[in-house]
């Protein structure tokens, strides 16, 4: 069992940064691909990120290329998520996860969740 907590969301004007920072414990962080997913009310949660457990490959989706970054830190069991330039539609939960299997870009590739972190873009 992964389990995974979230932290760093907040208020943020449109245009500003924040940075978003998930924290694994219990079973080894060893061979994990990690990824960052949202939800918006009233929509289904989408793919943010993803990382692969070497930190050799990122794939992102295309509303957020250019100003989301994905990068983790395999010896402290964390994955960040640096988001610049935010904008009113990026508001939404923000959940990490983990995944045993390949990365993937949808909800199903993953095992295991965070509770998610609100992260409001005011404009």
């Known amino acids: 069992q992964v389990q995974l907590v979230e932290s760093g969301g907040g208020l943020v004007q449109a245009g500003g940064s924040l940075r978003l920072s998930c924290a694994a414990s219990?079973?080894?962080?060893?061979?994990?691909?990690m990824g960052w997913f949202r939800q918006a009310p009233g929509k289904e949660r989408e793919f943010v990120a993803t990382?692969?457990?070497?930190?050799?490959?990122?794939y992102y989706a295309d509303s957020v290329k250019g100003r989301f970054t994905i990068s983790r830190d395999n010896a402290k069991n964390t994955v960040i998520l640096q988001m610049n330039s935010l904008k009113f539609e990026d508001t939404a939960v923000y959940y990490c996860?983990?995944?045993?299997?390949?990365?993937?870009?949808?909800?199903?590739?993953?095992?295991?969740w965070g509770q998610g972190t609100q992260v409001t873009v005011s404009s």
């Open positions: 990382i692969t457990w070497s930190a050799g490959r990122t």
């Open positions: 219990g079973r080894t962080f060893s061979g994990y691909a």
């Open positions: 996860a983990a995944a045993r299997g390949p990365w993937g870009i949808t909800t199903p590739a993953y095992d295991y």
